[in-house]
């Protein structure tokens, strides 16, 4: 059996008494049919229909029977892409290349390193490792003297400065003519 998972968004779409949807734990229940027979009441839950109500939920002791009847109503799981913070973007982009550098420049809790331990499927051969390294682009220092790099500043403007010079010139001799 394969598991559904789902984003947070279509969670959010199912928060009406006959169409309930919560997550708990990055688990998806659908508590429609539950409702009624909630011990807690209904409005708890239909307050909660659509949200995330792991705070709500362990803030009250369950019993052993509530989580076996958990298993019942639950649907699938959150997509992990949609509870990452940085959003999914910065997954996506990390997506097939060996993101350490990326991942200790952002400077993660260490909760986030704990949490990267769950979704962890395995170690990059160090030969890719090499492969996949990508050239860093080192900024440029911002005055030419630091540079060192004579060019950049005939670039900049000595050579512009020269041609218009020149054009003066040639444009006074042809006029002159």
Not at 42 to 64: K, N, Y
Not at 125 to 139: A, I, Q, S
Request: aromatic share 10%; net charge negative.
């Amino acid at each position: 059996m394969s598991i559904h998972c789902y984003s947070p968004t279509t969670v959010s779409k199912h928060k009406k008494d006959c169409d309930a949807w919560i997550s708990i734990h990055g688990n998806v229940y659908d508590v429609t049919n539950f409702i009624t027979v909630h011990p807690g009441g209904e409005e708890v839950l239909i307050e909660a229909a659509g949200t995330d109500a792991t705070e709500c939920f362990d803030s009250i002791g369950h019993s052993d029977e509530a989580f076996k009847l958990m298993n019942d109503l639950k649907i699938g799981k959150l997509s992990p892409k949609d509870e990452h913070p940085g959003g999914e973007e910065v997954l996506l982009e990390q997506a097939g290349k060996d993101a350490t550098e990326e991942f200790e420049d952002v400077g993660h809790s260490s909760d986030a390193r704990e949490l990267m331990q769950k979704y962890k499927i395995g170690e990059l051969v160090e030969e890719d490792k090499k492969r996949n390294k990508k050239p860093v682009n080192k900024p440029k220092p911002a005055s030419s003297s630091e540079s060192g790099d004579d060019f950049s500043i005939w670039k900049s403007w000595l050579l512009p400065l020269t041609l218009g010079v020149f054009a003066i010139f040639v444009y006074r001799y042809f006029i002159a003519s």
